[in-house]
């Protein structure tokens, strides 16, 4: 039988990472036994490994963590079915007469392209570019939040965008989930970024998350809200049924577009 202890550091964290990748969380007391080797050893690992961004550690352990967030425009290209998809599926959800938030957004943008053309509601976005996919739609009328624009996510954050949400309060509201998991909640990179799709959870009657299902099961460090916060969590046909069930669980309609 081979020493784990003997393990060099390249081996153990390779090890940390497929066991991430399988199972979908690590605990740090676990694999000091698994490895023969001390906490301190494995917290040094995974402190690196999330240095390295291939993880995000939280308390006893780490989780999967997203890929570090692509410029706008190569997000645009990044699984543009399964969030075409999901726009579609959103859209359902959209009834005349309601005042909606749309969060900012690649995913959110294909949402805001299936509202149909006879659609009479308010819309108040912080993504410029949400905004502009409205424009002509004739019955919509469209308020976009000022504030300081968060170039690589193309989203309006700061004091001023956040106090001008305190004037609506949104029959539903539509966020894109760069992060998600059943016990961590919502999560995004961006502290400025979190506090403006916490503002609008808060304030919305229903709140539906749109995220690919590459995204699920992950997290990262700004903490949003938790997962029940969530009406609806729609994903794409390639999210694996069984790792749904935990958002079910707490509550969650899940909903599956077809891709």
Known sequence: MQNHANFMKEERQAMLLATLQREGKLLAS?????????????RRDLRELARQQKLQRVHGGALPRSKPMAAYTARQRHEPAAKNAIGQAAATLVQDGQLIFIDGGTTTLQL??????????????????????????????????????YK??????????????KNFHADVCFVGLCSIH???????EDFEEAHIKRAMIASSAEVAGLVIAEHLGTALQYVVAPTKALTYLITDGTAEDAGLEAYRALGVTVIKAKT
Request: proline share 6%; net charge negative; hydrophobic share 50%.
């Open 30 to 42: 676990e694999w000091s036994e698994r490895l023969n080797v001390s906490e301190d050893t494995v």
């Open 112 to 149: 805001a392209s299936h509202l149909p053309e006879e659609l009479h509601a308010t819309v108040v976005t912080n993504g410029p570019a949400v905004a502009v996919a409205l424009a002509m739609h004739p019955f919509v009328e469209v308020i976009v939040l000022g504030g300081k624009l």
């Open 152 to 165: 690589l996510a193309q989203v309006t954050v700061g004091a001023a965008a956040l106090n001008e949400m």
């Open 182 to 188: 059943p016990q961590v909640g919502l999560s995004v």
